[in-house]
């Protein structure tokens, strides 16, 4: 059972915009400890793709975006693209654990 | 550019002790944490723990404290994370990843290609 949650998998045609919900507590996301996204794309190691909530390190497409809402994140990706099918992370950092947290992933299927 | 290297694969008897070792070129280690975040086959990511270099400072997660040592060199920008009492849930990819902060809330910058340990009899 993961601190953090997310919806187990996603999905969405060619050129639509998908959301992935992330939700945590008082001691994490809510406490406003910044929000990171990764990206696995299948056989490789994650990449970061949204840091601090909203921030996209450089040579991220601005097709992907992060938001925050008290205790909850979300990652929006839009014009979905084929290669964008992978799994997709949210963590943060838990003052109760004192220690980074992961959400359960989310895969994202293109149709 | 940061590059993290990871040694090899390893198959390893349960009750036994693994030892990955990171090399992270490019990196300084005066600014940086270094954490390992393992996968178990087919399930999501956990972290294991970090160890921040300029201050000499580890932590880990609850679950594995007692089990797991991380340790960096300065001198060498080498980072090693071993596991004992290796049990066959401890079957995973593990990774070496660097903060760009000492910061415990920092980014996961940048990661190294993973190292797969499997136990088995």
């Known amino acids: 059972q993961s601190v953090l949650t997310q919806p187990p998998s996603v999905s969405g045609a060619p050129g639509q915009r998908v959301t992935i919900s992330c939700t945590g507590s008082?001691?994490?996301?809510?406490?406003?400890?910044?929000v990171q996204w990764y990206q696995q794309l299948p056989g490789t190691a994650p990449k970061l793709l949204i840091d601090g909530d909203s921030n996209r390190p450089s040579g991220v497409p601005d097709r992907f975006s992060g938001s925050r809402s008290g205790a909850s994140a979300s990652l929006a990706i839009s014009g979905l693209q084929a290669e964008d099918e992978g799994d997709y992370y949210c963590?943060?950092?838990?003052?109760?654990?004192?220690?980074?947290?992961f959400g359960g992933g989310t895969k994202l299927t293109v149709l | 550019q940061v590059q993290l290297v990871q040694s090899g694969a390893e198959v390893k008897k349960p009750g036994s002790s693994v030892k990955v070792s990171c090399e992270a070129s490019g990196a300084s280690f005066s600014s940086c944490a270094l954490n390992w975040v393992r996968q178990a086959p087919g399930q999501g990511l956990e972290w294991m723990g970090r160890f921040v270099p300029v201050l000499g400072l580890a932590e880990y997660a609850h679950n594995l404290k007692g089990r797991v040592t991380i340790t960096a060199d300065k001198s060498t920008t080498l980072a090693y994370m071993e596991v004992n009492s290796l049990r066959y849930e401890d079957t995973a990819l593990y990774y070496c990843?660097?903060?760009?902060?000492?910061?415990?809330?920092?980014?996961?910058?940048?990661w190294g290609p993973g190292t797969l340990v499997t136990v088995s009899s």
């Open positions: 963590q943060s950092y838990d003052s109760s654990l004192s220690g980074s947290v």
């Open positions: 008082n001691s994490n996301i809510g406490a406003r400890y910044g």
């Open positions: 990843v660097l903060q760009d902060d000492v910061l415990p809330a920092a980014r996961f910058v940048h």
